[in-house]
């Protein structure tokens, strides 16, 4: 069984910057491709970023790109997202996800294991 924990979330005023974590309670973090998700208020969940299990493959949504950056650490079973740059478009409840499939996809279906999720509020 794999336990997903984020954390960092908050509010935080446009143009600031938050640094999300996802913490793996599992042996098999390693393994696993890791991707951020967000779900908005009214809206439906969709892919932010993700990352391969050994990080040599990086993918992102358009609209956060060159802002945010998915990052990992093998040792330590967690996964980050450092948020840059942000704006009042980018509030939403973000939920890291795993995936043993051996696809780093954007593809929400992919992913078998998720977080319980974090809160970020940008205010204008």
């Known amino acids: 069984q794999v336990q997903l924990a984020e954390s960092g979330g908050g509010l935080v005023q446009a143009g600031g910057s938050l640094r999300l974590f996802c913490a793996a309670s599992t042996r098999t973090f390693s393994s696993a491709n890791m991707g951020w998700f967000r779900q908005a208020p009214g809206k439906g969940r969709e892919f932010v970023a993700a990352i391969s299990w050994s990080g040599g493959n990086i993918y992102y949504a358009d609209s956060v790109k060159g802002r945010f950056t998915i990052s990992r650490d093998n040792a330590k079973n967690t996964v980050y997202l450092q948020m840059n740059s942000l704006k009042p478009e980018d509030t939403a409840v973000y939920y890291c996800?795993?995936?043993?499939?051996?696809?780093?996809?954007?593809?929400?279906?992919?992913?078998?294991?998720w977080g319980q999720g974090t809160q970020v509020t940008v205010s204008s």
């Open positions: 996800a795993a995936d043993y499939s051996g696809v780093t996809g954007r593809d929400q279906r992919d992913y078998a294991y």
